[in-house]
């Protein structure tokens, strides 16, 4: 079993930083990968990030450059920069672990709400 736990999000106006984070505990041995995704009221929940335990990075939309993922592995906690946030950014962002087995686990999520 793996638990995740979101923390740092918030109301923001347009242009400003958030900066989330995911701290893990449980089986952390067996987690390959973790990252972002969110969910926008009436849309599915989409990717937003991801780093693998080598620390590969991947986004969903690389060349925006506005988010960036990293991970404190003395703190097992993952963190998720955002930057110049726009209003299309709000939405429930969710942590998720990939396990050896294939298997994600996911955090109960942190709303993100961007003000125009």
């Known amino acids: 079993q793996v638990q995740l736990v979101e923390s740092g999000g918030g109301l923001v106006q347009a242009g400003g930083s958030l900066r989330l984070s995911c701290a893990a505990s449980?089986?952390?041995?067996?987690?390959?990968?973790m990252g972002w995704y969110r969910q926008a009221p009436g849309k599915q929940r989409e990717f937003v990030a991801r780093?693998?335990?080598?620390?590969?990075?991947i986004y969903a939309d690389p060349k925006k450059g506005r988010f960036i993922i990293s991970r404190d592995n003395a703190r097992n906690t993952m963190f998720l920069q955002m930057n110049s946030l726009i209003p299309e950014d709000t939405a429930v962002y969710y942590c998720?672990?990939?396990?050896?087995?294939?298997?994600?686990?996911w955090g109960q999520g942190t709303q993100v709400t961007v003000s125009s």
């Open positions: 780093i693998t335990r080598d620390g590969y990075r």
């Open positions: 449980g089986r952390l041995f067996s987690i390959n990968a």
């Open positions: 998720n672990a990939i396990v050896a087995e294939g298997k994600n686990y």
